[in-house]
């Protein structure tokens, strides 16, 4: 079992940044894929940045590449995203989500937080 809670949404402005973190508890997140995903109202849940635990190896989704950065922190048990020049697009509910052994589609995870609310407005 693995907890999460995710933290730092808020409102910016265009351009502007955000960190979300995410902190976890529960199992050793050893050879766990950590992700971040998105909502937007009337949308889909979509990844847009994934990270293996144990390896660091991470994907980005396209529309968020070069301005999106995935991190985690093990000896503190926390997964970071650092969200740089922000667009009114990347308005949604962002979740923080784990899985053993990692996977590709949000079906796959088991663990979710309860979301975070960030806006991009002016």
């Known amino acids: 079992q693995v907890s999460l809670v995710e933290s730092g949404g808020g409102l910016v402005q265009p351009g502007g940044s955000l960190r979300l973190s995410c902190a976890t508890s529960?199992?050793?997140?050893?050879?766990?894929?950590v992700g971040w995903a998105r909502q937007a109202p009337g949308k889909e849940r979509e990844f847009v940045a994934r990270?293996?635990?144990?390896?660091?190896?991470?994907y980005y989704a396209d529309s968020v590449k070069g301005r999106f950065t995935i991190s985690r922190d093990a000896d503190l048990n926390m997964a970071g995203l650092q969200m740089n020049n922000l667009n009114p697009e990347d308005t949604a509910v962002y979740y923080c989500?784990?899985?053993?052994?990692?996977?590709?589609?949000?079906?796959?995870?088991?663990?979710w937080g309860q979301g975070t609310q960030v806006t991009v407005s002016s």
């Open positions: 989500a784990a899985k053993k052994y990692g996977g590709r589609w949000v079906t796959d995870y088991d663990y």
């Open positions: 529960g199992d050793n997140l050893r050879d766990y894929g």
């Open positions: 990270i293996h635990w144990n390896t660091g190896v991470h």
